[in-house]
């Protein structure tokens, strides 16, 4: 069973919440990241991309690191951040598109990272990993968040509509991508423990997304473990800052593919040699075509759209991996027809998160000028999701596309004072 805790955020006043909310760090190169923050001294990308004020030649560099906790220090000094007078939950809302999400802020447990309790679907990268980690023991704080889930819980969902029912929010602001950003602490005891006793009966939490923030948490917890032998378990720098959604409020987008050429075949072969395993036709609709139900894409070629159909028999309905769309894909056009061995590592290939709407498939491909193709795909659901994780297994890489994206700088858990 999950165990959560609450804990005594770092967070800003009021007042300068908008101010200094940011974007995640891993979501813009260092020009954007400069750019986002230029002429805002209380942006939080000066804490969680300090190579803004270092260079993009020192992003993972000591001295970047050593400037985030010395931004970090600023800003409490100031008054930018204030921590909590005592452990707290809190309710963070977030509204895009008049679609909802409710997820509880709150403190999960790395050894139930490590046991297997809070449930990966990814694989992660050392050097991303490692560029947290120092970032993360520089700061003795984590400075984000990871985005988990879980299956509804009728205790935890009642705790959450009551106390929105009757409470005001501390935070309340829209930022400049439509979404609504809405924060409500939970500092009476009761429903601390209403929260904290209704993650006791969930029995497992699930990565949504965060892969790396959370392996890089449990690095640093490894080496604070190291230096304080005689650690009791209840130290701060045991537990990883996160914010926990229910499944139902969850909203996976499609993530796109484009081919950056045809793999030297024309397009009347590369249409001949996918149809031995698609049903392939014209679009029917005019504009993008986006696929309507899971094993069908959408196709953008030589300036047409196309429905594609993978056919029965191309791939085990059974198997968590193999019945994924991007999994069917890979295996059944992307590696034998068009050659991407390795998506992770193909320089042909480029992924689309599904913000950016079908039409960008389009540009994209008539920019090209290669002969470039490009496939919409239909989204993973969270049931997928759960799936794939229960059984242990890890997705395809750039599976799901998660939206909105959780903002940085409205809570900080120090893991160490």
């Known amino acids: 069973m999950a165990t959560v805790r609450p804990f005594a955020a770092l967070r800003p006043p009021k007042n300068l919440a908008e101010k200094v909310s940011s974007l995640p760090y891993d979501v813009m190169n260092h020009d954007e990241a400069v ?6 001294a209380q942006s939080f990308l000066h804490v969680c991309r300090a190579d803004i004020d270092t260079s993009e030649a020192l992003i993972h560099a000591p001295e970047t690191y050593a400037k985030s906790r010395e931004n970090l220090e600023k800003f409490v000094a100031a008054g930018t951040l204030v921590r909590d007078e005592k452990p707290c939950f809190y309710i963070y809302r977030q509204m895009l598109w008049g679609r909802v999400q409710t997820g509880i802020v709150g403190c999960a447990s790395v050894d139930e990272y490590l046991d297997g309790t809070i449930r990966k679907h990814e694989l992660t990268r050392k050097e991303k990993e490692l560029d947290r980690i120092e970032h993360f023991d520089a700061c003795s704080a984590q400075t984000e968040p990871v985005f988990l889930a879980y299956r509804k819980h009728e205790g935890i969902a009642a ?6 029912r009757f409470h005001r929010p501390d935070y309340d602001f ?14 009476d005891d009761a429903a601390i423990a209403a929260i904290r006793d209704g993650f006791a009966e969930v029995p497992a939490l699930y990565i949504a997304d965060g892969h790396h923030r959370t392996a890089s948490s449990a690095a640093v917890s490894a080496r604070r473990r190291a230096a304080h032998p005689d650690y009791a378990g209840t130290e701060e720098f045991n537990f990883l800052m996160a914010v926990i959604f229910c499944d139902e409020d969850l909203f996976i987008m499609d993530y796109n593919r484009v081919v950056r050429d045809l793999n030297g075949l024309g397009e009347a072969e590369f249409l001949a040699k996918i149809s031995e395993k698609f049903d392939v036709a014209p679009a029917g609709t005019p504009g993008p075509f986006a696929p309507r139900r899971k094993h069908e894409f959408g196709m953008f ?4 759209w196309y429905a594609v159909a993978a056919r029965a028999g191309t791939f ?4 968590p991996i193999a019945s994924l769309d991007c999994a069917i894909l890979q295996a059944n056009l992307l590696a034998p027809v068009l050659g991407i061995a390795d998506p992770r590592t193909d320089t042909r290939i480029d992924f689309v998160g599904g913000i950016r709407g079908l039409g960008e498939l389009e ?3 008539r920019e090209s000028g290669n002969g470039a193709v490009a496939f919409a795909l239909f989204p993973v659901t969270m049931a997928d999701l759960f799936r794939v994780a229960d059984a242990g297994e890890i997705m395809p890489p750039k599976s799901t596309w ?16």
């Open 35 to 40: 750019s986002m923050a230029r002429g805002n």
């Open 174 to 187: 829209r930022t400049d991508d439509g979404v609504s950003h809405i924060l409500w602490k939970v500092d």
């Open 159 to 164: 705790v959450v509509r009551e106390w929105i």
């Open 301 to 304: 070629l030589g300036g047409r």
């Open 363 to 365: 540009r994209r491909c």
């Open 402 to 417: 998660f939206e909105p994206k959780l903002r940085s700088g409205l809570f900080l858990h120090e893991i160490e004072r």
């Open 316 to 319: 085990d309905e059974a198997d």
